[in-house]
């Protein structure tokens, strides 16, 4: 028994030796990294208001019955219009203390509410007339989610045209073929556009539509990966 195990040995020697070869002579890939990006203009078809009331005072409990009064009106008034669409956005008080002391002197109290619409002028007209009571904390304009869908996936068409081409250019510029060899697609983020933004605008004595632009916003997709090259 013991006479087999030099053999065995070096049985696992070879062996160890023809795989190391074998790696040894495995063609390495050429490869060739590259990318290619699109863009697609969006319409800015969706409009979010937020409106707020804030009132302060020394005593919490008539704080929050003129705050709440100022909402439930604006939510009243907000259901006369079927295309927006309309919800509270959270309520928060906070004591206000005096500077000598440090004893509560008085409390504050604001609440909001969210506004959407794909009616700008239905949005710009009852943002108007919120105004008579609430501030107008941020308008914003954004592609719907529909929107900027169809826009990123026609960006991705021209981005993927854009890699084949230049996979292409690259191939025969040196004589050779070529296959995917990884591929990758992103679509990149943007930033919707701002149109109103006060932290306490004054509240106006009569009505007015608040004058809204929709405007269009870029979505992007870049393209990226790599090439094999082939003789």
């Known amino acids: 028994m013991h006479t087999f195990r030099p053999l065995i040995a070096a049985l696992f020697t070879l062996t160890a030796l023809s795989t190391a070869a074998a790696s040894d002579n495995t063609p390495l890939l050429r490869t060739v990294d590259l990318s290619a990006e699109a863009s697609q203009p969006a319409t800015n078809d969706l409009g979010i208001a937020q409106l707020y009331a804030e009132q302060s005072g020394p005593?919490?409990?008539?704080v929050a019955r003129q705050v709440n009064?100022?909402?439930a009106t604006a939510l009243?008034?907000?259901r006369n219009y079927a295309d927006i669409k309309v919800q509270s956005a959270g309520t928060s008080t906070w004591p206000i203390y005096a500077k000598a002391g440090g004893k509560i002197e008085a409390w504050r109290m604001r609440s909001e509410i969210r506004l959407e619409s794909r009616n700008s002028a239905a949005l710009s007209e009852l943002v108007g007339k919120l105004q008579t009571a609430l501030a107008v904390s941020q308008i914003t304009l954004q592609p719907a989610?529909?929107?900027?869908r169809k826009a990123a996936d026609e960006a991705t068409v021209d981005a993927l045209r854009g890699f084949e081409q230049r996979a292409t250019l690259i191939a025969?510029?040196?004589?050779?073929?070529y296959r995917i060899h990884h591929l990758n697609v992103s679509e990149s983020g943007y930033r919707p556009p701002i149109y109103a933004k006060m932290r306490a605008a004054p509240m106006?004595?009569?009505a007015a539509p608040a004058p809204i632009e929709g405007g269009e916003s870029e979505v992007s997709v870049t393209v990226s990966g790599s090439i094999e090259l082939l003789d």
């Not at 005593?59 to 008539?62: I, M, N």
């Not at 989610?145 to 900027?148: A, L």
């Not at 025969?172 to 073929?177: A, C, D, M, S």
């Open 59 to 62: 005593d919490a409990a008539a």
């Open 69 to 71: 009064r100022s909402i």
């Open 145 to 148: 989610p529909e929107t900027r």
């Open 204 to 206: 106006m004595a009569e």
């Open 76 to 78: 009243e008034t907000s």
């Open 172 to 177: 025969t510029t040196l004589g050779k073929r």
